[in-house]
């Protein structure tokens, strides 16, 4: 990240709204050092100063000059190398008087309001609002020090300068030093999305990889971290590398990236293939536009295989390949049968309950102990190659995790089976009249948001129907389906050449049995690779269970990421070792 890339995000701490949010709270203190208010004063320090150093690495002391001392004052301290200069930076959180009855109408000095290009408060100009300027300011160049972490890449937020940054700024030159070649594409001029495509072309006789990753990841969640941790820049502890997209994605194509560039540099800079990188900026709002860049773009992405990394290994101590992923089916029931409410005593048991119904009709569809009772929502029976891939897989819960239902799905699976191997029909979401604040009166409406994920061979196309069919047989022609989200399943063949090789390869470099998952129990964007790439696809991920990915403290462990670093170097230099033209 380049001087102009930081100021720039050093502006959208502003913009985005988190220096308001930073400054009310502390205009919000009542810190008259005139009263002297001592729990004030030091509740200004040890609640918001201490806690927001914290985050930028510092160490803090309270202290006064004598234990009867009218003044109190914080020391902090964030030591990188003695060879280096050393900064301080004053401030003071002390105010003058609030004069709560001369302020002008509608303002107030305890909190922050904004009138044009004013932000009225006490404090805001001497010297609350000065320090969070110099506190925000020294954050954000912090987080830009810590490489791909740094930059600020929530798409759901969709600052388009932060996304592209993170491609123009860091991936592009690192890419260039290896001699790839890149463009960042648009589907369309008023795409959502941003792509990267990269090529590196060594001989037209050779094997072509693609490696798909996406930079951006979720909200920050900033107030939300552990003390001392931050989302926007890496923090390590113990095995734990801390930071938003440590686990999704930054850090799993960081460690391909990585590989390649090592056997790159082994190889005197002829590796043995070619290699092509897809790089999207919108896979946490559900890749738009990542199909139509792939259909659009279809000769340039040509290739032989798919290696990517995401998602989860099956544990941290496994190794993992996956070869596609479970289907997604979202869809929408509602029972809307009146405009409004009615009293429950007068009406009860003379007007259908929408609430009721809906219940009903859910629990056609799949029964109390979660096996589904629908057929058009069921797969084919279990193929014998994938009941034995799943065979020595077994899932166990981290410590932080609930434990599995035993007795939960169809009967007759392993956990493995129902997971990887078949489908599950959940519910959503649920809602019928007001839960936290109930009145006597039966509702007008109901709602239930119900998801599949399916595997490979499921009736997708007949889905939607089977449901209608289903709930007009079933006696509940009120309820109206509506289709919101749909992915399909992928699954490459276990026999492929492809997965022997690289099954083969990794358990060569870590001398353990890996776990072959025929697909994802979750969703990537694989179907665009398999159908419409046409490509063989294999996952490698990089991540575990507990990485709490999407969550505050998203971490990924450094003992999982230097054996995927070894892993993947081990798949590249095998790649290159291919005499795949004889084949």
Same mark, same amino acid.
């Given at each position: ?20 949010a ?30 927001a150093?914290?985050?930028?690495g ?18 902090a301290?964030?030591?990188? !190398?003695? /060879? *280096?200069? #050393? &900064? %301080?930076? =004053? +401030?003071? $959180?002390?105010?003058? @008087? ?6 002008s ?53 969709g600052?388009t ?41 060594e !001989?037209? /006789? *050779?094997? #072509? &990889? %693609?490696? =798909? +990753?996406? $930079?951006?990841?979720? @909200? ?16 390590q ?17 960081s ?42 773009q ?23 390949l996956?070869?596609?992923a ?139 129907e ?71 696809t ?17 971490h ?7 054996e ?20």
């Amino acid at each position: 990240m380049d001087r102009s890339a930081v100021i720039r995000n050093a502006a959208d701490y502003y913009h985005s709204g988190r220096f308001l949010a930073d400054l009310d709270r502390r205009v919000g203190f009542h810190t008259e050092s005139v009263r002297g208010k001592r729990e004030d004063l030091a509740a200004y320090l040890t609640e918001e100063i201490v806690p927001a150093l914290a985050k930028s690495g510092f160490s803090s002391e309270l202290c006064r000059t004598a234990d009867n001392g009218r003044n109190l004052f914080l020391i902090a301290e964030r030591h990188e !190398d003695a /060879a *280096l200069p #050393t &900064v %301080l930076m =004053y +401030g003071h $959180g002390d105010v003058v @008087a609030g004069m709560e009855d001369r302020w002008s109408e509608g303002l107030t000095p305890w909190r922050v309001t904004v009138r044009g290009d004013r932000l009225y408060g006490r404090g805001t100009a001497d010297n609350k609002g000065q320090h969070s300027i110099n506190l925000g300011a020294f954050a954000e160049v912090l987080a830009a020090r810590n490489g791909r972490v740094g930059f600020h890449t929530d798409s759901i937020r969709g600052n388009t300068g932060d996304l592209a940054a993170y491609l123009t700024d860091d991936i592009v030159p690192a890419l260039a030093e290896m001699g790839f070649s890149s463009e960042i594409v648009k589907a369309a001029e008023a795409g959502r999305n941003l792509f990267l495509i990269a090529e590196r072309h060594e !001989d037209a /006789a *050779l094997p #072509t &990889v %693609l490696m =798909y +990753g996406h $930079g951006d990841v979720v @909200a920050g969640m900033e107030e939300r971290w552990s003390e001392g941790l931050a989302p926007w820049r890496v923090t390590q502890r113990g095995d734990r590398l801390y930071g938003r997209g440590t686990a999704d994605n930054k850090g799993q194509h960081s460690i391909n990236l990585a590989a390649f560039a090592e056997v790159l540099a082994a190889r005197n800079g002829r590796i043995g293939f070619n290699m092509k990188v897809l790089l999207e900026m919108g896979e946490e709002i559900g890749s738009p536009e990542l199909t139509g860049v792939c259909r659009s773009q279809r000769e340039r992405l040509k290739a032989d295989v798919l290696i990517s990394s995401d998602g989860p290994r099956l544990s941290a101590q496994r190794p993992t390949l996956f070869l596609g992923a479970r289907g997604i089916f979202k869809f929408r029931l509602t029972a809307d049968l009146r405009a409004s409410e009615h009293h429950s005593g007068n009406w009860g048991g003379l007007l259908v309950n929408p609430a009721t119904l809906l219940a009903n009709a859910i629990a056609s569809m799949v029964d109390g102990n979660g096996r589904i009772l629908l057929e058009g929502l069921r797969p084919p029976a279990l193929p014998e190659a994938v009941r034995q891939a799943l065979a020595d897989i077994v899932l166990t819960p981290g410590a932080d995790d609930p434990a599995i239902d035993a007795e939960w799905g169809e009967p007759g699976l392993t956990p493995a089976e129902r997971v990887y191997g078949w489908n599950a029909l959940e519910v959503l979401a649920l809602a019928a009249g007001d839960t936290q604040h109930p009145v006597n009166a039966i509702p007008g409406k109901a709602e239930a948001v119900c998801q599949l994920r399916f595997v490979v061979g499921t009736d997708l196309q007949g889905a939607a129907e089977a449901i209608r069919a289903h709930l007009a047989a079933k006696g509940f022609p009120q309820i109206a389906l509506a289709v919101e989200w749909v992915e399909p399943a992928t699954r490459l063949d276990l026999d492929n050449r492809w997965v022997r090789w690289a099954v083969a390869s990794i358990e060569q470099t870590t001398a353990k049995k890996i776990a072959l998952l025929p697909n994802f129990g979750g969703t990537v964007p694989n179907e665009c690779f398999a159908k419409d790439l046409a490509l063989p696809t294999l996952w490698v991920p990089h991540s575990y269970p507990g990485c709490n990915q999407h969550a505050p403290n998203e971490h990924m462990l450094g003992s999982v990421a230097e054996e995927g670093i070894r892993i993947m170097a081990g798949l590249f230099w095998d790649l290159g070792e291919q005499p795949w033209n004889q084949q």
